[in-house]
């Protein structure tokens, strides 16, 4: 089973800003946080990754409580093309589980 | 853009066929996957390989085998498809980002098994 929990669905006006929690309570000291998203028929994408500090590249930004026990994903200026279902998985790498996931619609 | 391809990308067949799907890397990547996903599931692992001729099960390995006999193509076949097996199915590579090794995926394979 996941080892997270997201929200089943949310909206978003276009040219905002998309805060997508996640929920990881059982995370150990070596998971890391893992971000993806899935485009309708498309594979799933890599987003953003982080173990403890903050992080951001191009596409998003990672918000980690102090304790870890829960995290955020942050789309600064959410597009169309941004609607997608987003994954929040903990994992060391090796094997990755996937839960159901957030489905982000992105309305104009 | 991962360097992944799958093959075919669409396929229908009739139960009790065999049927191999095949993922290819051109990046010569170690870690190799195959999932599939089904609606109202996430992806699920099938098997995975961590180098030519070394494989494992993932967590939903039955009714399926998988081969890796050179580090670019990992093989996976449905020794006689049923129905249950219609799905569709991505391979993964594993590669090194930000220090972290991290999961790419390929494009899917569309399966339709009658």
């Known amino acids: 089973d996941a080892k997270t929990t997201q929200p089943p669905s949310m909206d978003c006006a276009e040219g905002r800003a998309a805060n997508l929690p996640c929920n990881h309570s059982?995370?150990?000291?070596?998971?890391?946080v893992y971000w993806y998203r899935q485009i309708h028929s498309q594979g799933p994408q890599y987003i953003i990754h982080g173990l403890k500090n903050n992080e951001t590249n191009e596409m998003a930004s990672l918000i980690i409580t102090e304790d870890r026990k829960s995290s955020t994903l942050i789309l600064p200026h959410a597009t169309l093309r941004d609607t997608a279902v987003y994954y929040c998985?903990?994992?060391?790498?090796?094997?990755?589980?996937f839960g159901k996931g957030t489905k982000l619609t992105v309305n104009p | 853009d991962a360097g992944i391809t799958q093959s075919p990308r669409h396929k229908v067949t009739e139960t009790g066929t065999p049927v191999t799907l095949r993922c290819h890397q051109t990046e010569n990547h170690r870690y190799m996957y195959w999932y599939r996903q089904d609606p109202g599931h996430g992806l699920r692992l099938i098997h995975y390989s961590y180098g030519v001729k070394d494989t494992d099960k993932g967590e939903v390995s039955d009714g399926y085998s998988v081969s890796r006999s050179k580090t670019e193509d990992f093989l996976l076949t449905l020794e006689s498809a049923t129905s249950s097996q219609t799905s569709v199915y991505f391979c993964?590579?594993?590669?090194?980002?930000?220090?972290?090794?991290?999961?790419?995926f390929g494009p899917g394979t569309r399966l339709l098994v009658l």
């Open positions: 993964a590579i594993r590669k090194t980002r930000d220090s972290q090794e991290t999961q790419y």
């Open positions: 998985i903990v994992s060391t790498s090796e094997k990755l589980v």
């Open positions: 059982t995370i150990s000291g070596n998971e890391y």
